[in-house]
């Protein structure tokens, strides 16, 4: 009776001791076009800036492997969601110069689930980024450590308390410090 006991208290202290030494890691997930890269269709006016990558022109944040780095070493997990689709994200990946084997995952198009029409381009499905699909997937992750960093609101209803709103980035400006210093106090 008295062993069984020194037992379960014994268990109990290592599962405590445990959950101390593991803290719950932190998920921070990013969106690619207006949050660390830049794309538009190409056209004539355009055509000998960016990157070309298909029929797009791609710029990407100078600072993007820094911030990278900053987030990993803060202790964030970092994952991408974009709802570019998966061929397209093939050749941008690249580009950021960090290696993608250290992202939790890379979610393209096909991972968004499709919410009628944008509501402010036209012809242009909302792809949405029903978090839940994550937390599914990956059962460490819950809406108590979860953080999305994106720029469309409409893509993210429902999940306003992990979304980090952003302004959306375009070349030259400097939306991504004011996001940046809001992770580091978090
Ligand atoms: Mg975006």
């Not at 960016?50 to 780095?69: K, Q, Y």
């Not at 990956?138 to 952003?166: C, F, R, W």
Request: charged share 20%; hydrophobic share 45%; with cysteine.
């Amino acid at each position: 009776m008295i062993e069984g006991l020194i037992l379960v208290v014994v268990f109990l202290f290592w599962i405590i001791i445990a959950k101390c030494l593991s803290p719950q890691r932190r998920l921070i997930i990013l969106d690619l076009n207006g949050v660390l890269i830049y794309r538009e269709r190409r056209n004539g006016n355009n055509s000998n800036s960016g990157i070309a990558l298909s029929r797009f022109n791609v710029w990407v944040h100078p600072e993007v492997t820094t911030i990278l780095d900053s987030l990993a070493a803060q202790g964030f997990d970092i994952a991408i969601w974009t709802s570019v689709r998966s061929e397209n994200v093939e050749e941008i990946l690249p580009l950021l110069n960090w290696d993608p084997k250290r992202f939790v995952f890379v979610w393209t198009q096909e991972n968004c689930v499709v919410d009628g029409q944008h509501p402010t381009k036209i012809g242009v499905p909302n792809f949405t980024k029903p978090l839940d699909r994550v937390w599914e997937r990956y059962p460490q992750y819950n809406a108590s450590n979860t953080i999305i960093v994106d720029d469309s609101a409409v893509k993210l209803e429902g999940y306003e308390k992990n979304h980090l709103h952003v302004a959306s980035w375009t070349p030259g400006d400097d939306v991504m410090h004011i996001w940046w210093e809001k992770i580091k106090t978090c």
